[in-house]
C-alpha cells in the first residue's frame, strides 16, 4: 500500500529564504507526482506535476525534483515571500488513478 | 471557465441525521473523484467517476455512503447517518484525462 510522507510538518522562515520542502513515498511504482498548495479554507492548487520518466519541473520560483527509484521529491522555493504562506501537499498517482497524499508542510513566511 | 464548485462550504450536523454533499465538476470532465480528509490525517480517495459509473469505489469507508453522478454531471455524495468520525473536508476533483485533477474547495462536514 502507498504511503507518502512530508517532511516538516510545519516549517518557519523569514522573508527571501530558500527553502525546501521534502515527500518521500514507498512504492516507486508511480504514474506521476504532483505538488499542491493549499490555503485555509481554499481548494487545492497544482502547483507542478512530475511524470515518472522525468526528474524534475520548474515554475517561476518552484522547482520539484523526483528521483523515483530512491521514493523521494523535493520542492525547492526561491527567495520566499509572505504570499508563499500556505499548506503544501505532495500526492503521488498510481495505476489505479487515485491520488495518494502526505499529510502536508505547512509553511509561514515571515515579513 | 469555472473550476470546481462544492455546496455546501460547511455543514453542522448531529449524529445519526443525513448530510448531501454535491459537486459540480468542470465542464467536459468525464472524471470525477470523491476525496476526504480527517482531523489530523492526509487526503484519502474515496471514489472515481468515469461519466456516470463508477470506476473505482474501493476508498468508500462504509455502507453509510453513498455516492451518485446523475447523468454524467453533478455529483452527490450522502451520509446516512452520519457518524462522529465522518467529520472532515470533503473535496470533489475533476479531470479530463486520468491525470491533472482540478480540485474544489471542499465542504467542511462536522457531526455532533
Known amino acids: 500500500k502507498q504511503e507518502v510522507t512530508q517532511i516538516p510538518a510545519a516549517l518557519s522562515v523569514p522573508e527571501g529564504e530558500n527553502l525546501v520542502l521534502n515527500c518521500s513515498f514507498t512504492d516507486s511504482a508511480i504514474y506521476n507526482l504532483q505538488w499542491f498548495r493549499q490555503d485555509p479554507g481554499k481548494g487545492l492548487t497544482s502547483l507542478l506535476l512530475?511524470?515518472?520518466?522525468?526528474r524534475e519541473q520548474t515554475s517561476g520560483r518552484l522547482n520539484a525534483s523526483l528521483d523515483k527509484s530512491s521514493g523521494r521529491s523535493t520542492l525547492y522555493i526561491a527567495a520566499s515571500q509572505p504570499g508563499d504562506s500556505a499548506t503544501y501537499l505532495c500526492a503521488v498517482q498510481t495505476g489505479a488513478n487515485n491520488l495518494f497524499f502526505g499529510t502536508g508542510t505547512r509553511l509561514t513566511v515571515i515579513p | 471557465e469555472a473550476g470546481v464548485t462544492q455546496f455546501p462550504s460547511h455543514s453542522v450536523i448531529e449524529k445519526g441525521q443525513t448530510v448531501t454533499l454535491r459537486c459540480d465538476p468542470i465542464?467536459?470532465?468525464?472524471?470525477l473523484y470523491w476525496y476526504r480528509r480527517v482531523m489530523g490525517k492526509e487526503i484519502k480517495f474515496l471514489l472515481h467517476f468515469v461519466k456516470e459509473s463508477k470506476q473505482d469505489e474501493s476508498g468508500m469507508p462504509n455502507n453509510r455512503f453513498l455516492a451518485e453522478r446523475t447523468g454524467g454531471t453533478y455529483s452527490t455524495l450522502k451520509v446516512q447517518p452520519a457518524e462522529l468520525e465522518d467529520s472532515g473536508v470533503y473535496f470533489c476533483a475533476s479531470s479530463q484525462t486520468l491525470y491533472s485533477q482540478y480540485f474544489g474547495p471542499g465542504t467542511r462536514l462536522t457531526v455532533l
Open positions: 512530475i511524470q515518472s520518466s522525468q
Open positions: 465542464s467536459g470532465h468525464d472524471n
